[in-house]
């Protein structure tokens, strides 16, 4: 099992451009999540998608959308980049049965908007 | 609002120790958890309260109070690889979503 994975890895982008984070799971989650981390700062939710077929706005939700393609795969979307929006992006997921709560996250991608 | 309190910074010798801290105001509530991780790595999952008292998971314990909106993780055995950031964090709704405080680094030294 891969877990959770996220392509790119690195980004850099200029203000204004556009592009799409990928994230897959392959443990049949139920749950996915996109947060960002900046310095100094806990993880912040942007968006998230407690199953298939539905998404929600997280804390941070300004500037971004997302699409749950399929039960496997969330990708969040910055339509206009902002130099704001720099920061590592992390995607989890999590179960969604039993008691544990636990989110298992990728190995992030660090976005920089010049 | 939701947020949570932790330290930002704790130091301990190897073979130690450490409590790190965490209070919290939310308006729901299901449970705490804590997260390890490591310079330039993603969070990992180290531990789950959703009820008040002790969950022990080797060297590694937490610890919530409900009525005091309160929950400690406590690392005994200080080993070098222990050196890294703790989130506390909290549940608030019923679709597991969480909410996370800033992060306390551990600093372990010789």
């Known amino acids: 099992n891969a877990g959770v994975t996220q392509t790119p890895k690195f980004q850099v982008l200029k203000t204004g451009q556009s592009m799409t984070l990928q994230c897959a799971q392959d443990?049949?989650?139920?749950?996915m999540y996109w947060y960002r981390q900046d310095p100094g700062m806990g993880l912040r939710l942007i968006y998230y998608?407690?199953?298939?077929?539905?998404?929600d706005k997280g804390e941070v939700p300004n500037g971004y959308n997302v699409s749950r393609l399929n039960k496997r795969e969330f990708s969040l979307r910055l339509e206009s980049a902002a130099p704001s929006q720099t920061s590592v992006y992390f995607c989890?997921?999590?179960?969604?049965?039993?008691?544990?709560?636990?989110?298992?996250f990728g190995p992030g991608t660090r976005l920089t908007v010049l | 609002g939701q947020s949570l309190e932790q330290p930002s910074e704790v130091t301990a010798v190897e073979g130690a120790i450490v409590q790190i801290n965490c209070t919290y105001q939310?308006?729901?509530?299901?449970?705490l958890s804590w997260y390890q991780q490591h310079d330039g790595g993603a969070p990992t999952f180290l531990s789950y309260?959703?009820?008040?008292g002790l969950e022990e998971t080797g060297r590694f314990s937490s610890f919530l109070s409900r009525s005091d909106s309160y929950g400690y993780l406590l690392l005994q055995e200080l080993q070098m690889k222990d050196s890294a950031s703790y989130f506390c964090?909290?549940?608030?709704?019923?679709?597991?979503?969480?909410?996370f405080g800033k992060g306390t680094k551990l600093s372990v030294k010789p």
């Open positions: 989890a997921s999590r179960s969604g049965k039993g008691a544990l709560n636990e989110q298992f």
């Open positions: 443990m049949n989650h139920n749950s």
């Open positions: 998608s407690a199953s298939e077929g539905t998404t």
């Open positions: 939310t308006s729901g509530f299901y449970g």
């Open positions: 309260n959703a009820l008040d």
């Open positions: 964090a909290v549940r608030g709704g019923s679709q597991g979503n969480l909410i």
